[in-house]
Each structure stands twice: as structure tokens, then as C-alpha cells.
């Protein structure tokens, strides 16, 4: 078998950017510098969808969208790293978070650090089958957006001296009905590409 065929073959514990082919050590280095650099890039895109939320200080945006498929795509490890670089960058300058900001002093950083570990989270869990059906794709989701609030949401509390209540009204209550719709999304989005790569293999 090649090394084309074989890295074009669904494989259990194996995420999307695992069929990529790589034919030596060092082109796989290559081929993962440039997916967490393309994660990165992706997120800082979806970031400029953005609808402001009034009363709130955390626009609606593609963001955490981005941040999950990333997520479920790299798997956990680079995953992390794509969203990492991605704040890194942001908070030396780079003006790709939300509405076109950069930084550390914006109240909504929190949810960006919690995206970092949604990564993480989801990609986990897709190589443990977590994005191949939509039940459980949907399942998935909802880890990587709970574990987006449980970092944004105290944030958010600490860094505008909301309460927790004010925090959970602002911070999270407006965004469940996007969540939900990103769920959809992704649970038709993730198990259709391992379908398309099953017939492709």
C-alpha cells in the first residue's frame, strides 16, 4: 500500500488532517506547521463575522465556529497550537480577534483562552469517533462551547466587575441560540467530510 493510499484511508483514532498524505518525517512536520498556521488563519477570519450584541461587550462571531471545526479537524495537539498562535498573535498585535481588535485589555479574552482548550477538548474526543455521526458530532460540539464559557464567562465577570449573574446574562445566555445553529452546521459539515474521504479512499 502507499503512503498516498494509506493516508487516504478513514482509520480509527485518525482525524480529518490525518489523511493528508505525508511521505517522510519531515514532510509531515511541514504539512502540521502549515495546519496550525492555516487554523490560526481560519479563526482570525471567522473573527470578522461579527454582530454586536446589545448590552453585552462579546459580539456574536464565527469564531468559536472556526475554533471547534479547527478542533475536530487537527486533532487535540495541534489544535491547541492553532488556536494558541492565534491568541498569541492577536494579543501582540495582530488585529484578527473580533471586530478587527487585538490585544490584552478586551473583556471577551477569556473566550479566546477558552476556545484554546475547546480545541483540545473536541479534537480529543474526534479521534475517539466524536465527529463520524451527527448525534455525535453534536455532542462533541456542545463540550468545546461548554468549555468555552466555563473560562469566557468568569472572565468576562472578572474583568467588567460583573456578577455572575450579570456575566451569564451577557455572556452566554444571548449566544445558545447561535450555538445551537453552529451545532447543526457542524453535525452535517464534519460527518460529510468522512463520507467524502471514505469514497475517495
Do not use: C, H, N
Amino acid at each position: 500500500m502507499s503512503a498516498l493510499t494509506s493516508a487516504a484511508t478513514p482509520r480509527p483514532g485518525a482525524v480529518l488532517a490525518d489523511l493528508l498524505p505525508a511521505s517522510s518525517a519531515a514532510r509531515a512536520r511541514v504539512r502540521d506547521v502549515a495546519l496550525v498556521a492555516g487554523g490560526a488563519a481560519l479563526t482570525g477570519v471567522a473573527a470578522q463575522l461579527s454582530v454586536p450584541i446589545p448590552g453585552s461587550p462579546v459580539p456574536v462571531t464565527g469564531q468559536t465556529f472556526a475554533a471547534l471545526l479547527v478542533g475536530a479537524g487537527l486533532g487535540a495537539g495541534r489544535g491547541f497550537l492553532a488556536l494558541a498562535l492565534y491568541a498569541a498573535a492577536g494579543m501582540a498585535g495582530m488585529p484578527w480577534f473580533a471586530e478587527a481588535s487585538a490585544g490584552v485589555g478586551m473583556p471577551s479574552l477569556g473566550y479566546v483562552f477558552g476556545m484554546m482548550l475547546a480545541a483540545a477538548a473536541v479534537g480529543a474526543l474526534a479521534r475517539r469517533g466524536g465527529d463520524r455521526g451527527a448525534l455525535r458530532t453534536a455532542g462533541t460540539m456542545a463540550v468545546g462551547m461548554a468549555v468555552t464559557y466555563a473560562i469566557g464567562v468568569p472572565y468576562l465577570a472578572v474583568s467588567t466587575g460583573m456578577s455572575a449573574g450579570e456575566a451569564v446574562a451577557a455572556g452566554l445566555v444571548p449566544f445558545l441560540v447561535g450555538d445551537a445553529v453552529k451545532a447543526a452546521l457542524a453535525m452535517g459539515a464534519l460527518p460529510a467530510a468522512w463520507k467524502l474521504a471514505g469514497r475517495k479512499s
